[in-house]
T-cell receptor, first 117, second 111 residues
Framework: EPEVTQTPSHQVTQMGQEVILRCVPI?????FYWYRQILGQKVEFLVS????????KSEIFDDQFSVERPDGSNFTLKIRSTKLEDSAMYFC???????????????FGPGTRLTVL | KQEVTQIPAALSVPEGENLVLNCSFT??????LQWFRQDPGKGLTSLLL?????REQTSGRLNASLDKSSGRSTLYIAASQPGDSATYLC??????????FGTGTRLQVFP
């Protein structure tokens, strides 16, 4: 069964360093998302991406964050200068495009645990 | 602004019990609602998707119902097993292409 994959599973970095989190969405999906979950808190939406551009972003997704689809399979989240409060589990998700549009479900990857020291 | 709440926050039951998890949302203008399972330190596994026009969806021992007008959904788990122990999250999609998640219900099923 097709699934969303993410690498690495765990990333440890020093405050101020740049990190890139990688995701491979399900192959025929066209909508991509990043969410994050700070330990003990709700899963929060960060950004959605379609047709090589951001379609929506949350207040969390400031200038320190960027997303890219560098090739036909990968979808990346970059944090330019990490802060302690960026420590969280980051989830990638993807969704197919069907006639029902927004009615179809999002499939999530296993997550990348980011620890900023 | 959409708010999603889940009660109870935690539940501990003996194996074999039927149980109900609750999810409520403040804005009834939703496209769909998804129930997820999350194991400790792991990702989100989609369990059921229920469209705004539907009243319920079933998958195996799971049954999700939706009452959009009252802003409620329930996840019914029949004949619970220790392997059902996990956190269960509900999430709604409104008129933008993002999911808004609830706080989760942590379920423990003991033998």
């Amino acid at each position: 069964e097709p699934e969303v994959t993410q690498t690495p599973s765990h990333q440890v970095t020093q405050m101020g360093q740049e990190v890139i989190l990688r995701c491979v969405p399900i192959s025929n999906h066209l909508y991509f998302y990043w969410y994050r979950q700070i330990l003990g808190q709700k899963v929060e939406f960060l950004v959605s991406f379609y047709n090589n551009e951001i379609s929506e972003k949350s207040e969390i997704f400031d200038d320190q964050f960027s997303v890219e689809r560098p090739d036909g399979s990968n979808f990346t989240l970059k944090i330019r200068s990490t802060k302690l409060e960026d420590s969280a589990m980051y989830f990638c998700a993807s969704r197919a495009t069907l006639d029902r549009g927004w009615y179809n479900e999002q499939f999530f990857g296993p997550g990348t645990r980011l620890t900023v020291l | 602004k959409q708010e999603v709440t889940q009660i109870p926050a935690a539940l501990s039951v003996p194996e074999g019990e039927n149980l109900v998890l609750n999810c409520s949302f403040t804005d009834s203008a939703i496209y769909n609602l998804q129930w997820f399972r999350q194991d400790p330190g792991k990702g989100l596994t989609s369990l059921l998707l229920i469209q705004s026009s539907q009243r319920e969806q079933t998958s195996g021992r799971l049954n999700a119902s939706l009452d959009k007008s009252s802003g409620r959904s329930t996840l019914y788990i029949a004949a619970s097993q220790p392997g059902d122990s996990a956190t269960y999250l509900c999430a709604v999609k409104g008129n933008t292409d993002k999911l808004i998640f609830g706080t989760g219900t942590r379920l423990q099923v003991f033998p």
